[in-house]
């Protein structure tokens, strides 16, 4: 079966950080994309963050640039996201998601972990 | 940015009826076009892919159309699983950009 599963949400005052990752199975890992894409309550989706498979190209959406780092282990089939200077904003599930075929597409998806940002 | 644009924002439609959602670009994408399923506390479904074609685990009754900037999604005729929240999403142009979903709720 094929599963991605996020952890390392929680609640954060602003300003703190967190560290999100996703373990992938059942699936092709290291030769594709791997993407962040979050949905801030009552809100709809919103890509955060992409890497390519070997590391060499990583995107980021304007919202997050600078703040939020994205990264891989490929030998651990692991996804992860450092999120430094949380802001309210940022309150939102946070789903990992593998880029598919054609490019751009994001054919499997894991549950989301919520992160809170609160005072 | 690409700016997708849903609607309706809830269409209420009865089991085994037609639905139809509409999703418009701000400028072309030709057909660099996704669409998702998402329910909550589930992961979200890979629908539709190339405005037209299905994902290899959607099921018939789902299909696309358009090009350039508008898009359609067409549940033929609609099973109780299929109510949801349902995203156009563009790849044609960084960064990738959704619609803001349209709720499929049951009449």
């Known amino acids: 079966d094929v599963r991605l599963e996020e952890s390392g949400g929680g609640l954060v005052t602003p300003g703190g950080s967190l560290r999100l990752s996703c373990a992938a199975s059942g699936l092709s890992f290291s030769g594709f994309t791997m993407n962040w894409v979050r949905q801030a309550p009552g809100k709809g989706l919103e890509w955060v963050s992409s890497?390519?498979?070997?590391?060499?190209?990583?995107r980021y959406a304007d919202s997050v640039k600078g703040r939020f780092a994205i990264s891989r282990d490929n030998a651990k089939n692991s996804l992860f996201l450092e999120m430094n200077n949380l802001r309210v904003e940022d309150t939102a599930a946070y789903f990992c998601?593998?880029?598919?075929?054609?490019?751009?597409?994001?054919?499997?998806w894991g549950l989301g972990t919520l992160v809170a940002v609160s005072s | 940015e690409i700016v997708m644009t849903q609607s309706p924002a809830t269409l209420s439609v009865s089991p085994g009826e037609r639905a139809t959602l509409s999703c418009r670009a701000s400028q072309t994408v030709t057909t660099n076009v996704a669409w998702y399923q998402v329910k909550p506390g589930q992961a979200p479904r890979f629908l539709i892919y190339g405005a037209s074609t299905r994902a290899p685990d959607a099921p018939d009754r789902f299909s696309g159309s358009g090009s350039g900037t508008e898009f359609t999604l067409t549940i033929s005729s609609l099973q109780s699983e299929d109510f949801a929240t349902y995203y156009c999403q563009q790849y044609n142009n960084w960064p990738w950009t959704f619609g803001q979903g349209t709720k499929v709720d049951i009449k």
């Open positions: 890497i390519s498979g070997s590391s060499t190209l990583l």
């Open positions: 998601a593998r880029g598919g075929y054609p490019v751009g597409v994001l054919d499997y």
